[in-house]
């Protein structure tokens, strides 16, 4: 039986960085995770406040020096218009750039940091009881070799992702509000010409027919890519053949996509997700809290899950630090409801965009800087700056105004959209 002050389930970026911040403030961190490192991840392009966060852990230097692609924006295209935002054009002070990288190197790297910061980290460990009920938390664990343990940790994090674990043994799965929808990617050698392409910003593609189906094209350094194509079920669905053929045949219905990867070479097997949006009833209880994407998971077209499970690391870890030193602490006050903040905004961004409001904002072909700069700190990951106007649960109406009004073009005058 081990009795370490913080046992953390799952080594991916939420648990690495948790790990990470509190092995450095001198806790004893055990970290199981039920997969062995390196293995593949979807999630790649990251966000600029992810690269800050990462500066905080600790963990930037060895970020860097991985070697991942340099990410300094996004571009969105949808026909013939194309709009960019640069994150070192946004409203909120902060990092002006992040990285697009390999998941299944860049979370085997924040493992083996939070290793070498004095987190232990064992693979092959599943999670299988855990009983909240005592002073403090019983978890049993089975080794893939067969062995049983019993670990009696002062606090547990949740930090398993799509594995959700805490959600499925102690019943905190809620139905998301979200439509259901899939995904299908791959990663394929490019060859892309250059200059075709800013390879230094993820490029997201609207289908010309269904403003609600979209593609990512993520290029990494060695001139592969990460290229994936999000729909409903039925649409999704609709494509006939093999994997690949389905595949070829949802990147060929955006023919600016198309001509852009039609010598590309597929790299990996194709791979999809299927109704990928999550939610719980809650974020924390008696000795546990839940991390990033075991917690809730929106959607992939703001590359915002990576972000929201290292916000979810640090305040974690800030509450935790502050509890086993003996303050009174309110998960609920300092961890649930300002991590949720954020997540309202991706919320908000989220829908926009689907509904197509925000898609009317970012192709406004006659932007208002100031707010252009606002938009772009929440592209960029800032959704927490509570002074930018377009945070919180605010921003839903502000952004419903700021639409219309690109609608009617009268946004010059769209600082009224602030009020």
């Known amino acids: 039986m081990s009795q370490p002050d913080v046992l953390v389930i799952g080594a991916g ?91 299944s190197e860049f979370d085997h790297l924040l493992a083996k940091e939070a290793e070498r910061l004095g987190a232990t ?52 799965e809620k139905p998301s509000s979200f439509p259901m929808r899939a995904a299908r990617f791959c990663h394929v050698k490019d060859r892309i010409p250059a200059g075709e392409f800013d390879r230094q910003k993820i490029r997201v593609g609207i289908n010309p027919k269904h403003r609600d189906v979209w593609s990512w094209l993520i290029p990494f350094p060695n001139g592969t890519s990460s290229l994936g194509v999000v729909a409903t079920l039925d649409q999704h669905r609709a494509y006939q053949g093999t994997d690949e053929e389905k595949y070829w045949a949802q990147i060929a219905d955006e023919p600016k996509l198309r001509e852009l990867v039609k010598d590309a070479q597929i790299t990996r097997p194709v791979g999809e997700i299927l109704g990928y949006a999550a939610n719980v009833k809650t974020l924390c209880g008696p000795g546990f809290a839940l991390l990033g994407n075991a917690a809730e998971f929106l959607d992939p077209v703001f590359s915002s899950g990576v972000t929201i499970a290292l ?81 919180g649960v605010p921003s839903a109406r502000r952004l419903r105004t700021l639409a219309g009004m690109c609608r009617d073009g009268t946004a010059k005058r769209a600082s009224a959209g602030l009020s």
């Open 13 to 103: 970026p939420a648990g690495s960085v948790a790990a990470a911040l509190l092995a450095k403030r001198g806790y004893q961190v055990l970290v199981l995770e039920k997969q062995h490192f390196p293995r593949f991840s979807i999630g790649e392009s990251l966000l600029a406040y992810t690269a800050q966060l990462l500066q905080e852990a600790g963990l930037f230097d060895a970020v860097v020096a991985g070697g991942f692609q340099y990410k300094n924006g996004a571009s969105f295209v949808w026909g013939e218009q194309y709009s960019e935002f640069n994150f070192a054009d946004k409203f909120t002070a902060g990092c002006p750039f992040t990285f697009q990288v390999v998941r």
């Open 121 to 172: 980290v064992r693979y092959g460990v599943a999670i299988t009881e855990i009983d909240v009920s005592g002073t403090t938390p019983v978890v049993t664990a089975k080794v893939e070799t067969g062995e049983v343990e019993i670990h009696r940790p002062r606090f547990v994090l949740d930090a398993s992702g799509f594995g959700r674990t805490l959600a499925r043994l102690l019943d905190l």
């Open 311 to 391: 916000h979810s690391a640090k305040l974690a870890a800030e509450v935790l630090d502050r509890q086993f030193r003996g303050e009174t602490v309110s998960w609920q006050q300092e961890f649930a409801e300002p991590l949720m903040f954020g997540v309202e905004t991706f919320r908000t961004f989220v829908l926009g965009w689907y509904d197509g409001s925000l898609q009317d904002v970012i192709f406004y072909p006659d932007k208002t800087p100031a707010i252009h700069r606002m938009i772009c700190s929440v592209l960029a990951g800032y959704a927490w700056d509570a002074a930018n106007p377009y945070t």
